[in-house]
């Protein structure tokens, strides 16, 4: 049976160009900067969040953790949403492995932290308390139906990290998908931005791989934290090669998977007993709530969906997920409605 695999955009493969590519990549030694193909990724990601320098990192995991080692120090604080990938998903690395304490506030709705909040949040100076050191953002926001923030929000973050010290984060894993949903240069969501984490192996689909940009002297640092983590590699290149496509060739596609994601938030929001508004669904994550009463449990719902061939996962005791992303047409969508419409029916 074919498996329309919703579960994430992480599940896809590369493409053959990029498989091309890696079997043909230039290499050389990473740790020396020898190689090639890495040298030339890191300056072509530089180049387009408008960065100075950029590293190549093993995932978007160690990318964010990379970050916040090379900001803070241990016993700093960060000041991130209660929503964020790095708070929830990253298994609490900030603290157990760098030392840093969070400072949670709630998400907006739209992904966005309230900044009078964050103002709040930043100590004053007393040695009873952390020093605050780091605001973290995330964008597009995963857990907030990967919603994406504008350039005016980001640019008034940025200001108010300044006037307080503090830098600046984004935890960009999908800043593609919010540049091509606002139509916007990914430079100009990043301009006051001290440090952006993003994926290749997600929807541009490289199969590993994130970057870090920022400054020299942030590069420099990162380096030094990469290797401490053991995210030294050495002939990068072959993975790096497909890094490139993944800019070069993958990011305008992206769109599709919004509209995608766009049909199928509003083809299930016509079924009685799941609660989703699709005007909140702007790029490619769809989250919806399901009603167990009306139609089943979530863990049940998941399970008869996967037997009709269609994957998607459980994020709460009722909240459900489905991304849209390169593998995934337009006819995948309308079977995972008739699927999914089976299953309620049933
Ligand atoms: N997100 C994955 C899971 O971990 C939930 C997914 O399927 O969405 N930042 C954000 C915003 C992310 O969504 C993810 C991955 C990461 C960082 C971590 O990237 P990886 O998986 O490369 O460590």
């Given at each position: 049976m074919k498996k329309i695999d919703l579960?994430?955009?992480?599940v896809t493969l590369p493409t053959r160009g990029m498989r091309e590519a890696m079997a043909n990549a230039e290499v050389g030694d990473d740790v020396f900067g020898e190689d090639p193909t890495v040298n030339r990724l890191e300056t072509l990601a530089a180049e387009m969040t408008g960065k100075e320098k950029a590293l190549f990192v093993a995932s978007g995991t160690m990318a964010n953790l990379i970050c916040q080692m090379s900001h803070c120090t241990r016993g700093d604080e960060m000041i991130l949403g209660d929503q964020s990938h790095i708070f929830i998903?990253?298994?609490g690395g900030s603290a157990a492995i760098g030392g840093i304490h969070s400072r949670t506030l709630a998400n907006q709705k739209d992904g966005t932290l309230d900044l009078n909040e964050v103002e709040s949040a930043i100590r004053g100076d007393n040695i009873h308390f952390p020093r605050s050191r780091l605001l973290v953002l995330e964008n597009t926001h995963n857990r907030c139906n990967g919603s994406p923030l504008d350039p005016d929000y980001m640019a008034a973050a940025s200001r108010l990290a300044k006037n307080h010290g503090l830098f600046l984060h984004v935890d960009g894993a999908r800043i593609f998908n919010a540049a091509v949903c606002l139509r916007t240069g990914v430079k100009d969501l990043l301009k006051g931005v001290d440090s952006i984490s993003f994926c290749l192996?997600?929807?541009?689909?490289?199969?590993v791989g994130s970057m870090v940009c920022g400054s020299s002297d942030f590069i420099q640092q990162a380096r030094r934290v990469r290797k401490v983590l053991?995210?030294?590699?050495?002939?990068a290149g072959i993975l790096a090669a497909a890094g490139i496509i993944a800019l070069t060739q993958m990011v305008d596609r992206l769109e599709e998977d919004h509209e995608h994601a766009r049909i199928f938030a509003e083809g299930i929001a016509e079924f009685d007993g799941i609660i989703i508004n699709p005007d909140d669904i702007q790029t490619n994550i769809v989250f919806f709530d399901i009603d167990p009463i009306k139609i089943l449990p979530a863990e049940a719902f998941v399970r008869k969906l996967e037997e009709k061939g269609v994957r998607i996962i459980q994020l709460g005791p009722c909240r459900l997920r489905a991304v849209t992303h390169r593998m995934i047409d337009r006819s995948d969508i309308d079977e995972a409605l008739t699927a999914i419409k089976k299953v309620i029916e049933s």
């Open positions: 579960r994430s955009d992480t998903y990253e298994q192996s997600k929807g541009l689909s490289a199969p053991g995210g030294g590699m050495r002939q």
